[in-house]
């Protein structure tokens, strides 16, 4: 058992600066890095650029689904009927 588990920590995830965080393109280090976001690093610019308009694609689609599942929830608010029930004392 002592042997299976050595072998998962012989592994370690390179460092962020080491490889293209899109394409996973070794990064020399006497070249330029294209940062995004503060830790993520790119070989180019356009692999940089096509995360950015990933990351921008996302938030919309999140952005979109949130608004109509509140736009579903306001709508069957709507539908719902209050009903109060009790007691009524006439004198």
């Known amino acids: 058992m002592a042997s299976y ?9 390179p460092h962020f600066l080491e490889s ?8 020399p280090r006497n070249s ?3 940062m995004y ?7 180019s610019n356009e692999c940089r650029e096509e995360q950015i308009e ?8 999140w952005k979109l689904s949130s608004r109509s599942l509140r736009k579903k929830s306001s ?7 209050t009903v109060r ?4 004392v006439v004198a």
């Open 5 to 13: 588990y050595a072998g998962f920590s012989s592994y370690e995830e």
């Open 20 to 27: 293209c965080s899109l394409c996973r393109k070794h990064l």
């Open 32 to 34: 330029d890095i294209f």
């Open 37 to 43: 976001r503060g830790d993520k690093a790119f070989c």
């Open 54 to 61: 990933s990351d921008e694609a996302k938030e919309k689609s």
């Open 75 to 81: 709508e069957a608010s709507k539908d719902c009927k």
């Open 85 to 88: 029930t009790g007691t009524l």
